[in-house]
């Protein structure tokens, strides 16, 4: 008898007392949107019923794309007024305790992420795998771990998260992800992945990285840069930029907001990881985590002590001390 993790999902779900929502991370990237597309398509294959529900505005240019080529239906959580306590809800492409999700009014019975595990928060129901690099490599072998076959626009959705989560194949590419990219390929229409590639900046987000990258500083192996303005998913992109500099091997950039300072850093370093990276930046005032590769931060305003215009100053005192404790554990052994 099949005992997937699926089938385990169906059974749970099947018990809900009213409805099932999907909600990934806050300001969905490709990675999110394409999982939430495919969770929901596998789960109807096998009677279970879900809405898509997200808090925060979808920013960037791709993603914004992918809703309108996949047509994939996703609610801003304010617009759905039936959201309550006795709702079902699975977490994905995120988990409670990240500083990017909020907490809705519904109850959180699973959860499926691809980030390191932050504990039981009393899922009934978890599939964590801090070792794939894309969770909609997770979502794909839900559908080919159960002989279902993905339908084009879902294979095609999933193929791209893959895609960009892991920079284009190239960062932490697990070998379940590669496995999902090609089972995936067979069914995905190429053109569309074409067309996505082609159209994953918007002009403003031109302005925005030029003038981000205007006031790029180095301090040895560390890049820093402050992103006036910006949205969440282009301080991560503006972020994998400056570390294709030559001689940059770790990446913080920081944007200052009315609301806090939103934090992303990449590490490409094995002994400095950028999950331990941000939690030292933000240790004592503020919230962060993620992969060593990738990690990303929060620091609400009332919790900042310092003028606005001294905070990158503290972020590069904080980061440098951290890389040089990493450094010397490493030289030690």
């Known amino acids: 008898m099949s005992d997937t993790p699926l089938d385990r999902l169906v059974d749970l779900l099947r018990q809900a007392p009213a409805e099932v929502f999907l909600q990934p991370h806050n300001v969905p990237d490709p990675d999110a949107i394409a999982s939430c597309m495919g969770l929901q398509c596998v789960l109807g294959m096998r009677g279970v019923d879900t809405v898509i529900v997200y808090d925060h505005k979808i920013e960037k240019a791709n993603a914004i794309n992918m809703l309108k080529i996949f047509n994939v239906d996703m609610l801003p959580a304010g617009e759905v007024h039936t959201l309550g306590e006795k709702d079902w809800a699975v ?3 995120g988990q409670k305790g990240n500083s990017n999700l909020t907490d809705l009014p519904t109850d959180e019975v699973a959860v499926i992420d691809h980030h390191e595990y932050l504990g039981n928060q ?7 795998r801090p070792e794939v690099g894309s969770c909609s490599a997770i979502i794909a072998e839900y559908f080919f771990a159960n002989q279902l076959v993905p339908p084009n626009p879902v294979a095609s959705a999933l193929l791209y998260g ?5 920079n284009n194949l190239s960062r932490k590419l697990s070998r379940l992800d590669l496995d999902m990219f090609y089972k995936l390929y067979a069914f995905a229409d190429m ?29 040895g192996e560390i890049g820093f840069l402050c992103v006036s303005e910006a949205h969440d998913a282009l301080i991560g992109a503006a972020s994998d930029i400056v570390l294709s500099v030559i001689g940059v ?14 934090l992303s850093v990449r590490s490409a370093r094995k ?30 305003a009332e919790n900042l002590t310092t003028g ?26």
């Not at 893959?162 to 892991?166: A, E, L, S, V, W």
């Not at 082609?198 to 002009?203: C, D, E, K, V, W």
């Not at 941000?278 to 931060?297: F, N, P, Q, S």
């Not at 215009?309 to 554990?329: D, H, M, S, T, Y």
Request: aromatic share 8%; with cysteine.
């Open 91 to 93: 977490l994905v492409d």
């Open 122 to 128: 009393g899922y009934r129901f978890e599939d964590v």
């Open 162 to 166: 893959i895609y960009m989560d892991t």
């Open 191 to 219: 053109s569309v992945i074409a067309e996505l590639r082609t159209n994953a900046l918007s002009l403003e987000d031109l302005r925005l990285y030029a003038d981000a990258f205007r006031g790029v500083e180095v301090h």
């Open 249 to 262: 091997n770790i990446v913080v950039a920081y944007a200052i907001r009315a609301g806090g300072v939103k």
């Open 271 to 300: 002994e400095v990881p950028a999950n331990a990276l941000v939690r030292a930046l933000v240790d004592g005032i503020g919230l962060g985590g993620g992969h060593d590769h990738m990690a990303g931060g929060f620091i609400p």
């Open 308 to 333: 606005r215009g001294e905070i990158g100053a503290r972020l590069k005192q904080r980061a440098l001390a951290f890389f040089g404790r990493c450094c010397a554990r490493a030289r030690h052994g």
